[in-house]
Nanobody
Framework: QVQLVESGGGLVQAGGTLRLSCAPSGIIFSIRDMGWYRQAPGKQRELVATITRSGSANYVDSVKGRFTISRDNAKNTVYLQMTSLKPEDTAVYYC??????????????WGQGTQVTVSS
């Protein structure tokens, strides 16, 4: 079953930097929007950033100016560059992609998540 695979999470001190990557485990065609979400313990999953195929990006207010989303359409990969990290950024980060999967049609595919922990 095709899914997305995140990497790049880890433990970092406040003020530090991490770069997350997300790529499909199989073939996904015609990917439109891609995005990053996060879920902290005891909280609902929230949108962090999205990016269209043409590169137009949107961010939740709490990460504007600190996080940058980008993508490589040739590799169907999306990235999240995170700088000036804060303890409140601690969460499991998930990526998703709106694409076409053989046998499933157009669907939103998710990854399993990668843990980001920011220590104070």
């Amino acid at each position: 079953q095709v899914q997305l695979v995140e990497s790049g999470g880890g433990l970092v001190q406040a003020g530090g930097t991490l770069r997350l990557s997300c790529a499909p485990s199989g073939i996904i065609f015609s990917i439109r929007d891609m995005g990053w979400y996060r879920q902290a313990p005891g909280k609902q999953r929230e949108l962090v950033a999205t990016i269209t195929r043409s590169g137009s990006a949107n961010y939740v207010d709490s990460v504007k100016g600190r996080f940058t989303i980008s993508r490589d359409n040739a590799k169907n990969t999306v990235y999240l560059q995170m700088t000036s990290l804060k303890p409140e950024d601690t969460a499991v980060y998930y990526c998703n992609a709106d694409g076409v999967i053989r046998g499933r049609g157009r669907d939103v595919v998710w990854g399993q998540g990668t843990q980001v922990t920011v220590s104070s």
